[in-house]
């Protein structure tokens, strides 16, 4: 294989990583202002966000060179095109990040809610499912792909306990109606991050099968579980 | 460009208008079922999701295949990653249809929050907004696209509507927090909606003129 291909993979995983860890930093920045009530990190968030956009940009250049220049095959085709898929996935859940901050920049000027616990271990899980799926991906590590998907089950249940239990609360009490409906955002945004971050674990085990099914001609025919 | 490639992607082509009717048809079937309160045709919706799924999997499996076969460049080569997108999208809108559907029947004695909201209306410009979006793309129209693209704020403006008006009526009564809760969602699907075919409008955009448009929403048409 030529040096200068290694290197511009290397690359790509490099910004990918990058990626990953800007838009974990985004949810755990976003939880922080909404729990801590802190407008300034609100703010940090939606400052913070053209990086990841910058970044998927980068990613979408350095996939058509890749493709276009280096023409490669087999399993790193498979791997450059799953990248430009999971670096869109990773945009939009920067976007979440944002939605999750503007709640927390509404949440910060009403009177204070009692602690929702059920959110900061949504968040907590999240944040664990997308660095998972992003090492399963960099690794080819499908085994830690599928911890995601049992993690995506625990957090759509925790969503749907919160909501009942939000608006169990604003039936007791419809003075807090608009703090309850920003946490009740920000607990669809989490659920929607973990959708995301099994997108990618699926796109990863779907690779990984493929290449078992090749490698196994009797096996062929039959469809990814 | 190759002859023998020019066939194979007017193919592709081909399948994601066969795959853009099925997620059309989709959303009409999952609209039915929620604004005139017939939860039987949810069901629908959810057994033809596989369909949507198949043909998400054989279009990737297929631009696998050129890529590796045929090698494209340039302008063959940003036409297969557009498809690819493209087709992330659809597969996207797949998902909201069958969100749709799921709802209908728990909102079913609500269809009068559903018209406060004007939920009917964002429904209508969201999915013309979809279609608009991938007739762009095929047939590489962007001026078409960029209509989409100057949609999105009208789409935009009414989910914010509809989320005050439901946070007032949550307010005038009890009864009326669950449901327009489920509502709620139903504007950030259709509102997400509208987002995806601004993806395809992009996508188009960038097809044509080769440039990004994503992240300047204030650079769209201007060169």
């Not at chain 1, 087999?74 to 920067?94: H, M, P, V, W």
């Not at chain 1, 976007?95 to 929702?116: C, R, T």
């Not at chain 2, 079922?33 to 629908?44: P, S, T």
């Not at chain 2, 008006?165 to 909606?193: K, N, T």
């Amino acid at each position: 294989m030529q040096r200068h291909f290694v290197a511009e993979l290397d690359a790509l995983k490099a910004d990918l990583i990058r990626m990953c860890s800007f838009a974990e930093d985004a949810i755990a920045e976003s939880i922080r202002a909404l729990l801590e009530r802190r407008q300034e990190s609100a703010e940090a968030v939606v400052k913070n966000d053209p990086r990841i956009n910058d970044l998927e940009i980068t990613i979408d250049h350095a996939v058509v060179d890749l493709l276009a220049l280096q023409q490669p095959v087999a399993t790193d085709l498979r791997f450059i095109l799953a990248a430009s898929k999971i670096s869109n996935d990773l945009e939009r859940i920067g976007d979440h990040a944002v939605n999750i901050a503007e709640s927390a920049a509404q949440v910060a000027k009403l009177p204070a809610l009692a602690p929702i616990v059920d959110i900061p271990r949504m968040a907590q899980i999240t944040k664990g499912m997308l660095r998972d799926a992003i090492d399963g991906f960099i690794h080819s590590n499908p085994t830690l792909c599928r911890a995601v998907l049992l993690n995506d089950d625990i957090i759509d249940n925790l969503n749907k306990k919160v909501v009942g239990e939000l608006v169990a609360l604003i039936r007791r009490d419809p003075a807090v109606v608009d703090q309850a409906l920003e946490y009740i955002r920000v607990s669809r945004n989490l659920e929607r991050v973990a959708d995301l971050a099994t997108n990618i674990a699926e796109e990863v085990i779907f690779i990984a099968e493929a290449q078992v099914v090749k490698h196994h001609v009797e096996r062929k025919g039959e469809p990814p579980a | 460009m190759e002859p023998h490639l020019a066939r194979e992607l007017e193919a592709l082509r081909g399948t994601l208008r066969a795959m853009s009717e099925l997620v059309d048809a989709q959303l009409d079937t999952a609209y039915r079922a929620l604004f005139e309160g017939d939860a039987g045709l949810a069901a629908g919706v959810m057994a033809r999701e596989k369909e949507v799924n198949a043909f998400d999997t054989s279009i990737d499996a297929e631009a696998q295949r050129l890529f590796a076969i045929a090698q494209p460049v340039a302008v063959d080569l940003r036409l297969l990653m557009s498809v690819l997108t493209v087709n992330h999208q659809l597969e996207r809108i797949g998902d909201i249809a069958v969100n749709i559907a799921e709802r209908a029947a728990v909102l079913a004695p609500h269809r009068e929050l559903l018209r406060a909201a004007r939920l009917g209306e964002m429904a209508e410009i969201a999915r013309i907004m979809m279609r608009d979006a991938l007739e762009s793309f095929l047939r590489a129209d962007p001026a078409l696209a960029t209509r989409v693209l100057e949609s999105d704020d009208v789409v935009d403006r009414l989910d914010r509507n509809a989320f005050r008006l439901l946070v007032a009526e949550m307010r005038r009564s009890g009864e009326l927090i669950e449901p327009a809760s489920h509502v709620m969602i139903l504007s950030r699907h259709l509102e997400r909606l509208a987002d995806h075919a601004t993806n395809i409008a992009e996508v188009t955009v960038f097809l044509v003129n080769a440039r990004v448009v994503k992240h300047q929403a204030g650079a769209i048409g201007a060169h």
